[in-house]
Nanobody, 122 residues
Framework: VQLQASGGGLVQAGGSLRLSCAASGRTSSSYSSGWFRQAPGKEREFVAISRRGGSTYYADSVKGRFTISRDNAKNTVYLQMNSLKPEDTAVYYC?????????????????WGQGTQVTVSS
């Protein structure tokens, strides 16, 4: 599956953004999806996953502020980000894998989109 991430930008602290990850090649209902991020000078880290069976899981740092969802009719997965903080600044990557029971590791995902930059100003 080919993935195309979009929706990043510059926002003030406390603001919101919605990232999109459009998939081609397979329908979104047939794979698990994830969002990861990489801040400058840091390793890429897990943000959220939406498993093929419907369950979701979030990193503690974003729980209660971010929501992962999918629109299968549009083959698109979203990451709604509210109450953004400067520490959320990073390049955000979407990922997908056909297995239903993916975890939070990068190695659990076989397909990756290009990153989209999110910058949160204080």
């Amino acid at each position: 599956v080919q993935l195309q991430a979009s929706g990043g930008g510059l926002v003030q602290a406390g603001g919101s953004l919605r990232l999109s990850c459009a998939a081609s090649g397979r329908t979104s209902s047939s794979y698990s999806s994830g969002w990861f991020r990489q801040a400058p000078g840091k390793e890429r880290e897990f943000v959220a996953i939406s498993r093929r069976g419907g369950s979701t899981y979030y990193a503690d740092s974003v729980k209660g502020r971010f929501t992962i969802s999918r629109d299968n009719a549009k083959n698109t997965v979203y990451l709604q980000m509210n109450s953004l903080k400067p520490e959320d600044t990073a390049v955000y990557y979407c990922a997908a894998d056909p297995r239903p029971w993916v975890g939070t590791s990068e190695s659990d995902f076989g397909s990756w989109g290009q990153g989209t930059q999110v910058t949160v100003s204080s």
